[in-house]
C-alpha cells in the first residue's frame, strides 16, 4: 500500500516542520489548547479547530485540509514544499519504474 504509507510520511513529516515552526515563532512548544486558540483567531476562509485536532497535527496524525493549510503556511512561514518534498520525489520515481516494482 504506497500510498497508505506516504500519506503517513507526509502527515508525520508535517509534524515535525509544525513543531520546528512553532517553536521557531514562540522559542518555545506550545500545548494543543494554544495552538487551536491561535488558529482558530486567525481562521478566516476556513473552519476552526478542536485541541484533538491540534494534538493530531503536532503528534504527526493527521494532515489539515488545503484551507487550513493556507491559515498555517500564512501564520507560521510554513514551506509547504519542504512538506512534500520527499514524497513527490518518491512517487515520480516510482512511477517510472516497470509494474510490479517498488
Do not use: C
Request: glycine share 6%.
Amino acid at each position: 500500500m504506497p500510498h497508505r504509507k506516504n500519506k503517513l510520511e507526509v502527515q508525520q513529516k508535517f509534524g515535525v516542520i509544525l513543531r520546528e515552526a512553532i517553536n521557531a515563532r514562540y522559542g518555545q512548544t506550545i500545548s494543543s489548547t494554544r495552538l487551536s486558540d491561535e488558529f482558530n483567531l486567525r481562521a478566516v476562509g476556513t473552519t476552526t479547530i478542536s485541541r484533538q485536532t491540534a494534538l493530531k497535527w503536532l503528534k504527526g496524525e493527521a494532515f489539515p485540509d488545503p484551507g487550513r493549510l493556507r491559515v498555517l503556511a500564512e501564520w507560521l512561514n510554513l514551506d509547504l514544499n519542504e512538506i512534500f518534498k520527499s514524497q513527490v520525489y518518491r512517487t515520480f520515481n516510482e512511477s517510472k519504474l516497470p509494474h510490479g516494482e517498488g
